[in-house]
């Protein structure tokens, strides 16, 4: 069995944490929406005279508070890259309700000469947050599942690559750093056959190769990626760089596990089936006088 290093999809699942994390104007409208519709639920059924209602609105928001708090310090770590999924914009509406609710609470409390119940307000009101969290929640899964179909990926490709004898060394979500940057590699495959940088992709549909984007058409319309043949070409001279060796000694190998690419790319193409055969039947040989465990720890540490 293969050396292994590290986890696949780890890092896929941290950025995209990330990403969720940060605001995003496409949903801003919501939150004023969903702050209205608490207020009217509580302004209808009376605010501070119902404490019940007002002590909901108090942790609402305190709880929302609390996961802004959680996410934005080192706790993050502790926090479930699907729980970051769910959790922010259940946080953020959470917040708006919250808020909304006390507002409600306040104007209802202003002395009035009736103290009736509005049911008009608290229909209108459970209307407007009940859409609003649909509509949120239903965006925040789609992208979570595409995630964890994209995390699967790896891990098909993982298991095997995972067969290899023990000559191999394998690094999951390496991180290489570089002038230009950091790059992320999916797999790093080191071993007697020659060193082999692989990304993977599950996409759907049909794929057009582009310079710097990738063009994919499916039953669920178009959307474009940048182009991983450039990044393969990043991650070569990252890792030739690391490793004082020229960037052809490094083989890019692009694994698609679904999908059809619309015409021939320079990179070699494999799938999960085929990826394990094409690395241990490499024509190039481990071109340092190092182990592929002793370059492999050099990637790491450095």
Do not use: C, Y
Request: hydrophobic share 45%.
């Amino acid at each position: 069995m293969a050396h292994i290093i590290g986890e696949p999809g780890r890092t896929a699942q941290r950025i995209e944490g990330e990403r969720l994390l940060k605001g995003n104007h496409r949903w801003a409208w919501l939150l004023p929406t969903t702050g209205v519709g608490a207020a009217a639920m509580t302004w209808g059924t009376g605010g501070m005279r119902t404490s019940a209602v007002t002590i909901a609105a108090f942790m609402l928001a305190g709880a929302g508070l609390f996961w802004m708090f959680l996410t934005g310090t080192p706790l993050r770590s502790l926090v479930p890259s699907r729980a970051v999924g769910l959790g922010s914009p259940i946080a953020d509406l959470a917040i708006a309700a919250g808020l909304g609710g006390i507002a409600g609470s306040v104007l209802a409390d202003v002395p009035s000469r009736t103290r009736t119940i509005h049911g008009e307000a608290v229909v209108v009101g459970a209307v407007l947050i009940g859409g609003v969290a649909w509509w949120r929640l239903r965006s925040a899964s789609a992208r979570i599942a595409r995630v964890s179909a994209g995390t699967g990926a790896e891990r098909a490709v993982a298991g095997e690559l995972a067969r290899f004898s023990d000559d191999f060394v394998v690094i999951h979500d390496a991180l290489i750093r570089s002038p230009a940057g950091t790059v992320e590699v999916d797999h790093l495959v080191l071993g007697p056959t020659g060193l082999f940088a692989n990304e993977t992709k599950r996409w759907g549909g049909r794929v057009t190769p582009g310079p710097h984007r990738w063009f994919q058409t499916g039953h669920r319309g178009s959307r474009t990626h940048p182009s991983p043949a450039a990044q393969l070409q990043r991650i070569q001279q990252a890792v030739g760089l690391m490793l004082r060796l020229p960037p052809e000694q490094v083989t890019p190998i692009l694994v698609l596990t679904s999908g059809e690419l619309t015409a021939p790319i320079e990179v070699q193409v494999e799938h999960v089936r085929t990826v394990g055969n094409a690395i241990t039947r490499g024509l190039l040989r481990w071109p340092l006088p190092s182990t592929p465990l002793e370059a492999a720890r050099r990637l790491v540490s450095d």
